[in-house]
């Protein structure tokens, strides 16, 4: 089993910033991706950012250049840092765990920017 503890959301002005983190504990695989996912009102899911343990990243073409996932990986944990938010990025993220055929999302936490 692999739970996921969420934080960092909240609401901030279009312009400025947030830093999400996401714990995973548990039985946790060495080799494994952890990412951040987002769904709007009204909206499907979407991926934000994924980092595998290796270091390689993946970004959503709307957030590259704004947006940075790292992770500590003696921690089993992933943040995501969130600069020059727009409006358009007030959503719930999701962080997300996978490894091998296992999949394990967190609880999400809601970003709301305002212009």
């Known amino acids: 089993q692999v739970q996921l503890v969420e934080s960092g959301g909240g609401l901030v002005q279009a312009g400025g910033s947030l830093r999400l983190s996401c714990a995973a504990s548990?039985?946790?695989?060495?080799?494994?991706?952890m990412g951040w996912y987002r769904q709007a009102p009204g909206k499907q899911r979407e991926l934000v950012a994924i980092i595998a343990s290796g270091g390689t990243t993946v970004y959503a073409d709307s957030v590259k250049g704004r947006f940075t996932i790292s992770r500590d990986n003696a921690k089993n944990t992933v943040y995501l840092q969130m600069n020059s938010l727009k409006p358009e990025d007030t959503a719930v993220y999701y962080c997300?765990?996978?490894?091998?055929?296992?999949?394990?999302w967190g609880q999400g936490t809601l970003v709301t920017v305002s212009s």
């Open positions: 548990g039985s946790i695989f060495n080799i494994n991706a």
């Open positions: 997300k765990y996978s490894a091998r055929s296992l999949e394990v």
